[in-house]
């Protein structure tokens, strides 16, 4: 996967380098049990064999990303995904890591989005109001459950699961999420097995 380097040195601790995104991204994978999309060929480092061409993303559909993303991780007191170029991140996976049918059915995905967008709200999907943004995610949130809880297992799964996945993944793989939306501790360091929590503290990275 052709991610952009990243690796930064902590300027305390000059012998160990935080990690990359893409390291970032393999730990989140590994987390999830490899259930993430695509996880099977990432973890193993491959790229997709004989993947045919496929048409070019283009600046509107990386825009059309960034709300998607925004929407699912809005900005409040710390950035929300659209900080983080979530769009250019999914469209890197994508084209990576993603099957030639799962490919497919993301980039049609975005015109569906925009088509879904258009008959509920006269506008596409970049166009309407952050309000209505929820509303129709929310409504393909429902409706990807109800098709991945139906659909074979040799079948894509529904083109906003695929959305929905990339946002979180992509957010927290990223500086932004990773340091400021969670509880961030470099490490090697000190073991602590008794650390204070209280409700709604944010989790530990």
Known sequence: MSTPKTTETHPMNKAFPMINRREAVYRLAVLMGGAMIG???FLRGDS???KNPMP???DADRVTLDAVG???IPKTDIPGAEAVDIGAFMIMMVTDCYSEKQHQVFQEGIGKLNAASAAKF???FTAITPEQKTDLLNELDK???EYNGKKKKDE???YFRMMKELSVIGYFSSEIGAT???HYIEVPGAFHGDVPYKQGDRAWY
């Open 122 to 124: 006269g506008g596409a």
């Open 70 to 72: 925004a929407t699912v």
């Open 180 to 182: 400021q939306a969670v």
């Open 143 to 145: 409706e990807q459950r």
């Open 56 to 58: 070019a993303f283009t």
């Open 48 to 50: 997709v064999p004989d």
């Open 39 to 41: 996880s099977e060929l």
């Open 156 to 158: 894509p799964a529904h």
